[in-house]
């Protein structure tokens, strides 16, 4: 059933992204860097839902490929109907090597062993190189093989100037040895955008696809295009002394308005929140009283007129993943990828 708000029976928050907003930040993306995109839509587009992302990803010509981390995830691009090129960020097993052949996937190899898994079919694929970030990849090795399609690096510290451009100078020094090749080359991501590589051909982009910052000062007019809404399911008065949720971590200090929403741990909202976040009604300000609990947090009504049935913002344009994410001491990427399915994903 579905309701005014457009949202069905039962689903009692709602993540919308907002398609022009992310149309908006591809060209500004591709504007501001001049090269095609490599959308990374790894752990189901950053928790945003790749069902919704991809389709809408692939309309617009900036976007030339998509990126996952792993096979499953690329399988899953393709019944979904993605034509384009799907790397495979964290390389292939020995028991996915007949799924990348039969779907058409681009692994990318870090380790001698990928290679061996690829042993001698017929799949193209990128070779990584770590220049700093101590993760994946090939230290200084060139691989010679015909299949090769191209060459990435990724930043460990991209708001370190001094060492990221170490890393670039390292990777150009990498990419010098496979010239002529009309390989791809990647590097940047979307805080990595900043250092504009003169000698990449593509950028792989994830976060900034959102309209979230990577960094403090970030050169990109980005717009805001995830919001995550929510109802009050109970309003009430407490009076003075009244504690509030599991270990009465919060007891009110005087007579309270307060109000529940349907949101808790399970639905993303960290319990490291509790007593410290505020969500928004309208442009009011609501404390999160208590301890979150996994279906449910109490918040301050005080000085609003909310109701039972009220949508509260949890994320919006005045109030992004990244402020969520400094109140509980955690960075934009992991509140996103902890939104849980059963916040209903809308395209607007
Ligand atoms: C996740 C990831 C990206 C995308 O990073 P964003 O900061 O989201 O743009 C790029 N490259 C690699 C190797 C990644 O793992």
Known sequence: MITKEGTCLGCRSVLRIDRSAVRHNVREIYRFSGKKIIAVVKSDAYGMGVRFVAPLLRELEEVEAFAVACTEEGVFLRELGIKEEILILGGVLPEEI???KEYGLTPVVSDPEHLKVIGKEDIKF???????????????????????????????????????????????????????????????????????????????????????????????NLESAVSILTRLISVKEVPKGH???????????????????????????????SNRGYLLYGSSRLPILGNITMDMTVVGLEGTRAKVGDWVTVVGKERTFGDLAREAGTIPYELMCNVSSRVKRELI
């Not at 003169?198 to 990109?220: C, K, N, Q, W």
């Not at 949720?245 to 307060?258: D, H, L, N």
């Open 243 to 273: 504690p509030i949720s599991y270990g009465r971590t919060f007891v009110a200090p005087e007579p309270m308005k307060i109000g529940v929403v349907a949101f808790g741990y399970a639905d993303g909202l960290m319990k490291s929140l």
């Open 98 to 100: 007949e799924a990348v």
């Open 126 to 220: 990128h070779v990584n190189y770590d220049t700093g970030m101590g993760r994946l990849g090939f230290i200084e090795e060139i691989i010679e093989d015909p299949r090769i399609t191209g060459i990435m690096s990724h930043l460990s510290s991209p708001a370190d100037r001094e060492f990221s451009t170490e890393q670039i100078s390292r990777f150009s020094r990498i990419v010098s040895r496979y010239r002529g090749r009309g390989l791809k080359v990647h590097l940047e991501s979307s805080a990595g955008l900043i250092y504009r590589v003169p000698f990449t051909t593509h950028v792989r982009v994830g976060l900034a696809l959102y309209g979230e910052r990577p960094l403090r000062d970030y050169p990109i």
